[in-house]
């Protein structure tokens, strides 16, 4: 499914399913709590923390696919089409960073 595909069958589920959309603000405070299940996750899937007996069968996949559904609510919301914007969002970095990683000691 491209990202267009996906923002428009979100569209037709959150208004039959989901009724309607939360407002911006609720979805972007939602966002964030996506956002911080991912990162609970990783901090514990690949970093220093330990998982609890009740978070061991926790799915990245899922939550990331949580964020990504968010997002794309958000966008819709807002007339985003996410295909142009990560289309001119890559050709930014293309130029901006044409030499700049290449040229980073840290990455050598």
């Not at 979100?10 to 911006?24: H, L, M, Q």
């Not at 009740?54 to 295909?83: H, K, P, R, W, Y």
Request: hydrophobic share 40%; with cysteine.
């Amino acid at each position: 499914m491209t990202i267009k595909e996906a923002q428009h069958i979100i569209d037709k589920w959150i208004n039959s399913t989901g009724i309607r959309y939360f407002n911006e603000l609720t979805n972007t405070a939602i966002l964030m709590e996506e956002v911080g299940e991912v990162a609970r996750i990783m901090a514990r899937k690949y970093g220093e923390q330990s998982f609890k007996k009740s978070d061991e069968d926790v799915d990245l996949g899922d939550e990331m696919a949580d964020v990504l559904f968010v997002l794309m609510c958000l966008a819709n919301q807002t007339g985003i089409d996410l295909t142009e914007a990560l289309h001119k969002n890559l050709e930014k970095k293309s130029i901006r960073d044409a030499d700049r990683h290449k040229n980073n000691e840290k990455l050598k």
